[in-house]
């Protein structure tokens, strides 16, 4: 699977949705008796204005049968039918290539994090801005998209490792202009094939497979000049260390 799924912000996110459309159509405070007397066409009109104002607007919204939680918190829950074994692959360049519209000043980046997740503390984007620091960047629409891909995207390889107990196996292509959805190039049409073990020129797949004692195995893939990791109880590889666990961590708890 490419990991991209919208990450919500739970009953927060719905909530303050509510109350931004209720107030701009005269109803401050959200009360249904007076949000009934509204004209359709307009309730629809602020709805959309809404939109287009802020992001991950328009998400399933939990009613306690047919959708009995939020999908992150059934994912962290375990309340889901699927166990494994699954490999989340992405891309090193997934979004952060292009300077994220709007943030435009280093407050801005503060401003958008408590946009995309309401609940967030002041604490946790402290740490964020620890460990996304502005040196690192060229400008701070920059910064703010290499936040964005680790929680909109790349983040959820932690996330989905932890709730399938580590039967995954994460796989990441490394070229400079691979952007979202390169990886599915490899594994919809390549003609590449995997063995126990080989090995070939730079330009080819190969493959080692190796089993510890206790079971579980450990893979290394190489697409071209792509590169895959066991991704399980310790992060490893030139990327995934420590300081990309210690970014997703923050980024996982603000909408957790």
């Not at 983040?155 to 952007?179: F, I, P, R």
């Not at 195995?217 to 030139?238: A, D, F, K, M």
Request: proline share 3%; with cysteine; aromatic share 12%.
């Amino acid at each position: 699977m490419s990991p991209g799924y919208v990450p919500g912000a739970g009953h927060h996110h719905g909530e303050q949705f509510w109350q931004n459309v209720s107030s701009a159509v005269g109803c401050d405070g959200g009360h249904l008796d007076c949000m009934r007397e509204v004209n359709f066409s307009t309730l629809t009109s602020a709805s959309d204005d809404i939109v287009d104002t802020y992001t991950y607007q328009m998400q399933p919204r939990v009613d306690g049968f047919i959708i009995p939680d939020t999908y992150e918190a059934n994912l962290y829950q375990g309340h889901f039918n699927f166990s494994g074994p699954c490999v989340i692959s992405h891309e090193q360049h997934e979004a952060n290539s292009q300077a994220y519209s709007g943030v435009d000043t280093q407050e801005d980046v503060s401003t958008y994090l408590r946009i995309f997740f309401p609940a967030i503390t002041d604490d946790v984007i402290e740490e964020l801005l620890e460990l996304y620091p502005e040196s690192d960047y060229e400008s701070a629409g920059l910064r703010f998209a290499d936040m964005k891909q680790s929680f909109d995207l790349t983040g959820k390889n932690l996330a989905l490792t932890h709730a399938l107990n580590n039967q995954t196996w994460n796989a990441e292509v490394a070229l400079d202009s691979a952007t979202h959805g390169t990886d599915q190039s490899y594994y919809w049409y390549s003609t590449y094939t995997l063995s126990t073990s080989s090995s070939s020129s730079s330009d080819t797949t190969t493959a080692t497979t190796t089993t510890a004692s206790s079971g579980a195995s450990t893979t290394s893939l190489h697409w071209r000049t792509g590169r895959c990791w066991w991704y399980g109880r310790q992060l490893v590889g030139e990327r995934h260390d420590r300081r990309h666990d210690a970014e997703v961590s923050p980024l996982l708890r603000a909408y957790r």
